[in-house]
């Protein structure tokens, strides 16, 4: 499962999923070849993989799952087949972007790019009381990363907390190509009320990986998380982006820690149909992930109604409750269509071909259509006994109050 190899023929690895990032990132660089996916070391390949796995080269690279040419897998009924465009090309399918529901994957086999020779680190942090100050930041941030043209080479994420907004990312070229860019026509002016600080440095291409991401993702911490999708053809309006910090600004989080963070779509992520593969977020401009931590015991309910809120304020102006299937949100009312959209239909005929009995599944994995009706009516039953239940139980206190009364 650890194992690893190169192709020099046509630059293709083959790995197992034993592999963490940081291991085919550490095997990649003497290489001098790269991939698209996460920047966090401690994270397995094999689910990242098979859900989408989004990085800072996926705008020039496209989502992880883009990269598999083929891969060999393991059946609910024992069978090891392999999955490509050319032989069992609907498990081809399902697994890049839903694998977990229809296969385990015992070895990749995936395309590499060139290492790109230098890259350029940028990080702009600001400071400011005024929640609308941040919101005139977004807005020139929104608009200067979905420009229609905007440099692949550039990845950005914005990170929000209390007082505080940075915006960050990597540029993969020099420095005077980003500079070419003008990223910080996003920022404002110093001022009394606000302070800007700007870092931008290049440097020799280090290999992906972010080890302040590393260290903090390997401790376990309780928290909640909500992500929401805004995409490339409905943006957030300026008075929905004022609104939104307004929310924040003013609403209890129920915990000293939070943060909400904004990634950078688009690309050639937007370059393959949605229906091409699983992962159907194609349309997506950026993906808003808000989380609140609780480090001294269970998330509250009121953190928990913080999310749900920020969230639905952002879905009612795109008219979108797409979710990026990585970020798991227990709390979805429909989580298969929140993950995978216009593809579930597609994905439960292949569910009931390769796995009838559902032997691949947890509470929100693809099931096949026949268990997914069963699946609707348990809930239509449920909600009937609940309500019969709330109306007896009206009908014996109105009785009792009768009684008293007499």
């Not at 059946?75 to 081809?92: E, H, K, W, Y």
């Not at 790109?116 to 680190?121: F, L, N, S, Y």
């Not at 600004?249 to 949605?274: C, F, H, R, S, Y």
């Amino acid at each position: 499962m650890a194992s690893f190899s190169y192709n020099e023929g046509d630059h293709t690895v083959t790995f197992g999923p034993g592999n963490l990032l940081g291991n085919i990132s550490e095997k990649l660089l003497p290489l001098k070849r790269v991939m698209a996916y996460g920047e966090v070391a401690v994270i397995g390949t094999g689910g990242h993989l098979t859900i989408g796995g989004l990085g800072t080269l996926s705008r020039q690279l496209g989502v992880g799952a883009d990269q598999i040419v083929s891969a060999q897998c393991v059946l609910a009924n024992g069978t090891a087949v392999t999955a490509s465009a050319s032989t069992n090309p609907d498990l081809f399918f399902a697994i890049r972007g839903a694998g977990f529901s229809f296969a385990i994957v015992t070895e990749f086999t995936m395309k590499t790019a060139p290492a790109p020779t230098e890259i350029t680190k940028y990080a702009y942090t600001i400071a400011a009381d005024d929640a609308n100050a941040f919101a005139s930041i977004f807005q020139r941030w929104q608009k200067f990363g979905t420009q229609k043209n905007l440099d692949r080479r550039f990845s950005s994420t914005m990170t929000l907390s209390q007082g505080s907004m940075v915006i960050n990312g990597n540029f993969y070229g020099p420095k005077s190509d980003f500079d070419k860019l003008n990223a910080q026509s996003i920022l404002p002016a110093n001022t009394s009320t606000v302070v800007v600080d700007i870092t931008v440095g290049e440097l020799p291409f280090p290999g992906l990986g972010d080890p302040d991401l590393t260290a903090s993702g390997s401790f376990p911490i309780p928290f909640y998380a909500k992500s929401v999708k805004t995409p490339s053809h409905k943006l957030l309006s300026d008075e929905a982006i004022k609104s939104m910090f307004s929310y924040i600004n003013g609403t209890e989080k129920g915990a000293p820690v939070w943060l909400v963070i904004w990634d950078l779509e688009g690309g050639a992520i937007a370059d393959v149909p949605q229906t091409a593969t699983a992962y159907w977020h194609r349309d997506a401009a950026y993906f808003m992930q808000s989380y609140v931590v609780n480090l001294g015991g269970p998330v509250t309910d009121a953190s928990k109604t913080f999310l749900s809120g920020l969230s639905s304020l952002v879905q009612k102006e795109t008219c979108d409750n797409g979710a990026y299937p990585g970020y798991v949100d227990p709390e979805l009312a429909d989580p298969q269509q929140a993950y995978w959209g216009g593809n579930v239909q597609r994905l439960q005929q292949i569910k009931a071909a390769v796995d009838p009995d559902n032997v691949f599944r947890n509470p929100q994995s693809v099931p096949t259509q026949h268990q997914a009706q069963q699946r609707r009516q348990v809930f239509v039953g449920s909600a009937v006994q609940s309500y019969a239940g709330q109306f007896g139980l009206l009908v014996s206190c109105i009785l009792l109050a009768a009684i008293l009364y007499l």
